[in-house]
């Protein structure tokens, strides 16, 4: 039988004076101080130019759950109406949605799973029967809580 031998080769060693090997041997490095402050005023401009495209929309977003929030109002209204025969007065307000006003007989609710929610800046929404366009409204008077705003403070109604 043949005998195989096996060869080594001597592992080439750097000198502990070459200065790539005592900068590869020196332990883990990390960032200098000038690295860090680019990092972060590049974060910073970025922030910058972010944040108000995101608070844009975020006044957007209120103003569309209020509308949700009505547009669900008026399909639980013309349910009552397909009920009652008409729709809540002024008095009974949206609460006639979910407990049984005492002059409705044939009242099938309730009409709303949960409580009358409030609106997104956390006013309640006003009912009037009949309503300045239609035979009810219903109406927010968006973040400032005052009649007649603009912007986010705009009313919001059916």
């Known amino acids: ?6 060869v080594t080769l001597p592992h080439y060693r750097r000198p502990q004076s070459d200065p790539l090997f005592s900068f590869r041997t020196c332990g883990p490095s990390g ?38 929030q009505i547009e ?10 397909l009920d009652v025969g008409r ?12 407990i049984k006003p ?3 007989t044939k009242w099938n609710g309730p009409y709303l799973k949960k409580e009358v ?5 956390g006013h309640a929404y ?10 009810f409204e219903v109406l927010s008077y968006g973040k400032d809580g005052q009649a007649d705003g603009t912007g986010d403070d705009a009313n919001i109604s059916n």
């Open 1 to 6: 039988m043949l005998e195989q031998s096996r």
């Open 31 to 68: 960032f200098t101080l000038l690295e860090l402050l680019i990092v972060i005023v590049i974060i910073g401009l970025l922030a910058s130019y972010v944040g108000p495209k995101y608070f844009s929309q975020l006044g957007k977003s209120e103003v569309t759950v209020a509308r949700s």
């Open 72 to 81: 669900a109002f008026e399909k639980s209204l013309d349910t009552f109406r």
């Open 87 to 98: 729709y809540p007065t002024t008095e009974e307000g949206l609460s006639a949605l979910l």
């Open 102 to 104: 005492a002059s409705a």
């Open 117 to 121: 929610p409030l609106d997104p800046w």
């Open 126 to 135: 006003l009912y009037r029967a009949p309503g300045s366009k239609g035979d």
